[in-house]
């Protein structure tokens, strides 16, 4: 059976930092999974449920990395990044009560398609050349 993807990595995505384009690549991988499942007929409230849980404590883990890298490269606009990190992590919780109440899976993609290009296509892309020559200095 042959199943699209909402989300498709390409090596433009990377931002040249292993961990961090790793992390990226799960993220887009829990998006792919909540896509096949939503299209497939196989949604349902736990489902829903069980992968908001894991994007949510996901994005955790890859902000928590993400802002260590930048505070220990001495990244000018940590403070800035960080406000977007907490943006996103309320916009999460919304749109995961929102979805779950309504039993609304369209809302939750959409969420994660502005995700994948508004912060990390582009936002992140920002600090990509600050923290590859902080890796370069520290290797």
């Known amino acids: 059976m042959r199943q699209p993807l909402f989300v498709k990595w390409h090596e433009s995505n990377n ?12 993220i887009v991988s829990i998006i792919n999974t909540f896509f096949y499942m939503t299209t497939s007929g196989k949604s349902n409230h736990m489902l829903y449920s069980c992968i908001s849980d894991t994007l949510k404590n996901y994005s955790r883990v890859h902000f928590i990395t993400e802002e260590a890298f930048l505070e220990a490269s001495g990244y000018a606009d940590l403070e800035s990044h960080k406000e977007l990190h907490r943006r996103l992590g309320t916009e999460i919780e919304y749109v995961e009560y929102l979805g779950i109440r309504n039993n609304d899976a369209k809302m939750l993609m959409e969420f994660l398609k502005k995700w994948w290009n508004e912060h990390i296509n582009y936002k992140d892309q920002l600090y990509a050349p600050h923290l590859r020559e902080y890796v370069r200095y520290i290797e």
């Open 15 to 26: 931002t040249g930092i292993a961990l961090i384009d790793e992390q990226h690549r799960g």
